[in-house]
């Protein structure tokens, strides 16, 4: 039968005729990958069952449908995958193994009606219906292949290692060039319910998806991630400071126990993320049924990413209600609604596997809510051609408000670096190297020992990024999309309008020609296809801080200088430089200030001459701690508006590594952060040539009123210091009254460190009341 294309496809939807009564299919849309289909006549709904025509719906995925009037069957077939429905049963088969349908398939106007779910059951794309909105959402899963046994494992390894082997031939001419370099050209591098009160929230980078963190509040309690135990303390009202429970995580002996890392928080529950370590006998293992014989010694279970959730209806005594677990080492986990996505990587020896004898080593191990673990079968572990590493990268996907429904766990052969998340997607970002087109040089043995790990040609150095569709707890692999460079962090990724914008770095800072580091932007359509891009931005010079923000984006470099660059998105296929500012320093991170002005946070920096590396030859240091206000009201002309320096060198703060340490509400015009101040000794001469590092003098929040007419007002700062905690600093000082956090609820502001907890005001900052740990 011949097949027909897409637009045949929605004209057979409009022949539809609804021969029952069925209520408001006027409203219903479907969407397919995110693109929507126009129809007139509609899917029906009966009985509370959303019904599709299947023919329309399977030739959507390309498959070829038939008909056989004598048995009422529909045959649909897509390449090794054959579905047989017959009217009026409730039995399907794909490959001929039957399949249980929720409801019976049924004739009307000679159109052939299934179960919306059936759909996702028969070629693997995921299904949702929408009974708020009456849309339905199919979505496709991206091809990738599998590793499907321990022997193809071992064998993709063993290529991947010949590979790499490659580079490091390759990369040590550039390596001595770009130690020569260094030594001549230095730069430094930086080492809730209605009803609860008025209060802040961690600050996020997408609105609508929250990010774990060690600090939460609903503005009555706060809930705190301090000495590896969640500490939960009524704050509100601001007089009455109170711990009101403990959850401890009792460790079994030396070797095995919880160590809470970050945590969220909703209506309902409290979800703690952390780390779970092992001895090998306290290791229970459901085995896949296929016996396979096991290795020796076992291969031990040394750490794995557990998540605990708590019912919260009882805000002092959060209830445990799960718990799940899964091998590996937490990389960063995001929150949307009531649906939790975590990301993970387990790390395995990949020499030692290649060069066991063994026919078999057990992958990768979870468990949901149940006392032993289940092995993770290779028949199911995907892996990323070109990407390939001993690592295991695992992407955990449960809907909280669904118990019964087991959490959705992916796993692939491949490492995740950063990872970013919208509403509706999550893109996971990992570094693949291209190889090498010179001929890798032979080298004395002695040689090859001294180089490790291996170097790559920084030229050939790519990013790929994987699109996941996020679907309620569920989760679907949608593609592949690549582009030069490497990505700074999360902030170098973002999803508007249906396109991927990223910011990379190409190259070498140290390097010449071209291995010279330059700067790229690139914007990839919902198909992961690079429609857009300006690149060779800033040669020489390396990305500090970038950020979208709608139909603009912001970049920093820096390497002498800090330039500013203003980028017009509006036109994904023609981005386009708008304006740009340099000025000295850098910032390592931006924040939004309404639509015309953007925040850096950073160092401040002094270029130096210095004799050592001959006439000419400057290098560039950080000093303290900068904040500015950049007005971009001009876009091709941005300036810097206001500008605010903390400290002498050495001065840090956990906001420029940590985006969750800033506490911002432009609406009360308040702006705070921790920061540790060094400041030289102004009695003590500098008599090198070099920038002088300071001393210890400060560590808690500094509270800024911030608007554009007066720009930054120092209104105080707070500190969980006394004075005896003072006197016993040395050159630089560290302990568990550190600020790590700060939030306000209603006209109170609280700092946090992992041993006290203070409530000032937020219009004086005059202390109300404060709390030991």
């Known amino acids: 039968m011949k097949r027909l294309t897409f637009v045949a496809m929605v004209l057979l939807f409009l022949l539809v005729a609804v021969s029952f009564s069925f209520a408001n299919t006027s409203e219903i849309e479907l969407y397919l990958n995110d693109e929507k289909v126009s129809f007139n006549d509609q899917p029906q709904l009966s009985n509370d069952r959303v019904y599709v025509p299947l023919r329309g719906i399977f030739e959507a995925f390309e498959a070829q449908v038939e008909w056989n009037d004598a048995?009422?069957?529909?045959?649909?077939?897509?390449?090794?995958?054959?579905?047989?429905?017959?009217?009026?049963?409730?039995?399907?088969?794909?490959?001929?193994?039957?399949?249980?349908?929720?409801?019976?398939?049924?004739?009307?106007?000679?159109?052939?009606?299934?179960?919306?779910r059936f759909v996702g059951e028969a070629f693997g794309a995921h299904v949702n219906w929408d009974g708020n909105t009456k849309a339905i959402s199919i979505v496709t899963a991206g091809d990738l292949p599998v590793v499907g046994s321990f022997e193809t494992l071992k064998k993709l390894l063993k290529e991947n290692a010949d590979m790499r082997q490659s580079y490091l031939y390759n990369g040590i001419n550039e390596a001595v060039s770009d130690a020569a370099v260094k030594s001549v050209d230095r730069v430094e591098l930086k080492s809730e319910a209605a009803s609860s009160p008025e209060h802040s929230e961690t600050n996020v980078q997408v609105q609508g998806v929250d990010e774990a963190d060690i600090v939460k509040t609903d503005g009555e309690y706060l809930y705190q991630v301090s000495n590896q135990q969640i500490v939960i303390s009524r704050i509100f009202p601001a007089d009455e400071l109170e711990v009101r429970n403990v959850i401890g995580f009792e460790p079994r002996g030396d070797t095995s126990g919880f160590m809470p890392a970050e945590l969220y928080i909703d209506d309902d529950y409290l979800i703690v993320i952390g780390t779970a370590y092992y001895r090998h006998e306290d290791i229970t293992v459901d085995k896949p049924s296929m016996a396979r014989p096991e290795v020796y010694p076992p291969v031990n279970i040394n750490n794995s990413i557990k998540i605990i959730v708590f019912d919260r209806t009882d805000r002092e005594n959060p209830n445990q209600v799960r718990e799940i677990e899964v091998e590996g080492n937490y990389l960063s986990s995001r929150k949307v609604g009531s649906s939790l996505y975590l990301v993970s990587n387990k790390y395995f020896g990949g020499y030692q596997i290649m060069g066991t004898e063994t026919e078999y080593v057990p992958a990768l191990r979870y468990r949901d809510n149940e006392s032993s673990f289940t092995e993770m079968p290779y028949s199911k572990i995907h892996y990323f051609p070109k990407a390939i590493s001993p690592n295991y990268l695992t992407v955990v996907a449960v809907n909280l408000d669904k118990p019964n429904e087991k959490a959705n766990i992916s796993t692939f052969l491949g490492a995740g670096e950063n990872i970013y998340a919208s509403p509706e997607h999550l893109y996971v970002a990992l570094t693949e190297y291209e190889a090498a087109e010179t001929k890798p040089a032979v080298l004395p043995l002695e040689q090859q020992k001294m180089i490790a790990p291996p170097v790559p040609l920084q030229n050939n150095e790519t990013t790929a990024i994987h699109k996941f569709a996020l679907l309620n707890g569920n989760m679907v692999y949608q593609g592949k999309g690549k582009v030069s460079g490497h990505i700074l962090n999360q902030f170098s990724m973002d999803e508007y309008n249906g396109h991927f914008r990223i910011a990379t770095t190409s190259g070498s800072l140290f390097g010449q020609g071209q291995n010279q580091s330059s700067n790229n932007i690139y914007v990839l359509d919902g198909k992961?296809?690079?429609?857009?891009?300006?690149?060779?931005?800033?040669?020489?010079?390396?990305?500090?801080?970038?950020?979208?923000?709608?139909?603009?984006?912001?970049?920093?470099?820096?390497?002498?200088?800090?330039?500013?660059?203003?980028l017009d998105l509006k036109d994904p296929d023609s981005p386009k430089i708008l304006g740009k500012l340099k000025i000295p320093g850098y910032s390592d991170y931006l924040h939004p200030y309404g639509e015309n002005y953007i925040i850096g946070f950073g160092k401040d920096a002094m270029e130096t001459a210095d004799e050592r590396f001959g006439d000419g030859v400057s290098m560039a240091f950080y000093q303290g701690m900068k904040i500015a206000l950049f007005d971009i009201t001009d876009v091709n002309n941005p300036i810097e508006l206001h500008k605010e320096i903390i400290g002498d060198r050495g001065t840090d703060s956990e906001l420029l590594h940590n985006h969750k340490a800033l506490l911002f509400d432009k609406e009360r015009n308040l702006l705070a952060f921790p920061v540790t101040v060094m400041e030289i000794n102004k009695q003590q001469e500098?008599?090198?040539?070099?920038?002088?590092?300071?001393?210890?003098?400060?560590?808690?929040?500094?509270?800024?009123?911030?608007?554009?007419?007066?720009?930054?007002n120092l209104q105080g700062r707070i500190t969980h210091l006394n004075s005896q905690d003072f006197q016993k600093t040395g050159y630089y000082y560290n302990n568990n009254k550190n600020v790590k956090r700060i939030f306000f609820v209603e006209d109170n502001l609280y700092t946090v460190s992992d041993g006290m907890v203070k409530a000032n005001r937020i219009s004086n900052l005059e202390e109300i009341d404060s709390l030991n740990i």
Do not use: C, H
């Open 528 to 566: 992961m296809n690079t429609v857009g891009k300006i690149e060779d931005i800033a040669p020489g010079e390396r990305i500090y801080s970038a950020r979208f923000m709608g139909e603009r984006g912001y970049l920093v470099t820096f390497k002498k200088v800090d330039p500013l660059f203003v």
């Open 71 to 116: 048995t009422q069957t529909v045959t649909a077939v897509k390449g090794d995958t054959e579905i047989k429905v017959t009217i009026g049963s409730k039995s399907a088969k794909k490959n001929g193994t039957n399949i249980m349908l929720e409801a019976v398939p049924y004739l009307s106007q000679k159109r052939t009606y299934v179960p919306l």
């Open 686 to 712: 500098n008599t090198g040539s070099w920038p002088q590092y300071g001393e210890f003098s400060f560590q808690g929040a500094y509270v800024y009123n911030l608007d554009i007419e007066n720009g930054f």
